[in-house]
T-cell receptor, first 116, second 116 residues
Framework: GAGVSQTPSNKVTEKGKYVELRCDPI?????LYWYRQSLGQGPEFLIY????????DSGLPNDRFFAVRPEGSVSTLKIQRTERGDSAVYLC??????????????FGPGTRLTVL | DQQVKQNSPSLSVQEGRISILNCDYT??????FLWYKKYPAEGPTFLIS?????DKNEDGRFTVFLNKSAKHLSLHIVPSQPGDSAVYFC???????????????FGQGTILTVHP
């Protein structure tokens, strides 16, 4: 069956530009998560959605980062005025739900963002 | 503030022997712990988990031990196989008031190499 997919797989941009990263979760999964992994580090939580709403956006580093999930399926992570420090692998994950018991998060392959 | 720490960046083991990967945490609110495995250019894949009400969980060659008083967990792989060579991440989750297990906090990862 289809897993979590992310596009593009690689994105190179210039400092100050705007980028959008897309995530297609597993069909039927209501919870969707974004993480960022810098070189030599573990994934770092950014935001998660339960359905269309952002249930926890405490990991977004600043207001240049924004994510949407308008129909409760596909999500887009948007980064404005990119900086070199934004260079990382951006990982998306989905799970059946994110309620009162743990549900396994399935990860996509990630988008490698390079800001020159 | 690194709430989940994997202090060994790498581990090298001979095929057939035991691999022991360690993880320490500082946040006493964590009540669910997971190990993920990651190959290059792929997203992390779930390996095994343990709830804080248990001290051991076993799944085939993989066993996770939790010592809550020491805030320490470990993953044992026995016997180790060359295909186990990957980066292993420890992660933790807190059920915030019974409403959400959405956010995972990851350690930095340990690179395991199993030599034939």
């Amino acid at each position: 069956g289809a897993g979590v997919s992310q596009t593009p797989s690689n994105k190179v941009t210039e400092k100050g530009k705007y980028v959008e990263l897309r995530c297609d979760p597993i069909s039927g999964h209501t919870a969707l998560y974004w993480y960022r992994q810098s070189l030599g580090q573990g994934p770092e939580f950014l935001i998660y959605f339960q359905g269309t709403g952002a249930a926890d956006d405490s990991g977004l580093p600043n207001d240049r980062f924004f994510a949407v999930r308008p129909e409760g399926s596909v999500s887009t992570l948007k980064i404005q005025r990119t900086e070199r420090g934004d260079s990382a692998v951006y990982l998306c994950a989905s799970s059946l739900t994110a309620g009162s018991s743990y549900n396994e998060q399935f990860f996509g392959p990630g988008t490698r963002l390079t800001v020159l | 503030d690194q709430q989940v720490k994997q202090n060994s960046p790498s581990l090298s083991v001979q095929e057939g022997r035991i691999s022991i990967l360690n993880c320490d945490y500082t946040n006493s609110m964590f009540d669910y712990f997971l190990w993920y495995k990651k190959y290059p250019a792929e997203g992390p894949t779930f390996l095994i988990s343990i709830s804080s009400i248990k001290d051991k969980n076993e799944d085939g060659r993989f066993t996770v031990f939790l010592n809550k008083s020491a805030k320490h967990l470990s993953l044992h792989i026995v016997p180790s196989q060359p295909g186990d060579s990957a980066v292993y991440f420890c992660a933790a989750s807190a059920n915030a008031g019974g409403t959400s297990y959405g956010k995972l906090t990851f350690g930095q990862g340990t690179i395991l190499t199993v030599h034939p």
